[in-house]
């Protein structure tokens, strides 16, 4: 580029792209680990507690609630249900199980860990457990 104007106002686009990129990962970084944050409160939730063990359970899900909803305001969104159907790109299928009656090839029966997105990006794919037709070994891992 001759003229110094353009190049002047292509590096300043560069930079900026540049340092939209870093951003970027910092946000994504920042929010796998408030996704960290959930995941305890799944396994404190899981395990009860020693005295008014019903007040601190509403108490706890009352706070994930709040911090799910303030990431989902974010961006922030789960992946993986229970009943569809696994998909490479979104879940990572870490057991197998017999289908039930009435379950689907694939379908999945059980969330191990959750999965996320941002902004239409998979930051975290689901850890489920699938139904298999034909009796597949249990624990197998497939991808």
């Known amino acids: 580029m001759s003229d110094p104007t353009a190049r002047l106002a292509y590096e300043h686009a560069r930079d ?31 395990d009860g507690a020693a005295s008014d063990v019903e007040t601190y359970r509403r108490s706890l899900a009352l706070i994930a609630g709040q911090l799910e909803a303030a990431l989902a305001e974010e961006g922030l969104e789960r992946v993986g249900r229970v009943g569809e159907r696994a998909e490479p790109a979104t879940h990572q299928v870490t057991e197998v199980r017999a289908a039930p009656p009435g379950s689907a090839d694939d379908e ?3 969330i191990l860990q959750r999965g996320y997105r941002y902004r239409g990006q998979v930051l975290r794919a689901a850890r489920v457990v699938v139904a298999v037709d034909g009796g597949t070994e249990q624990g197998t891992e497939r991808e």
């Open 16 to 46: 900026l792209a540049a340092r939209d990129a870093v951003h970027q990962a910092l946000t994504e970084r920042l929010l796998l680990r408030c996704a960290d944050v959930l995941d305890s409160f799944d396994r404190l939730l899981s």
């Open 108 to 110: 999945v029966l059980e």
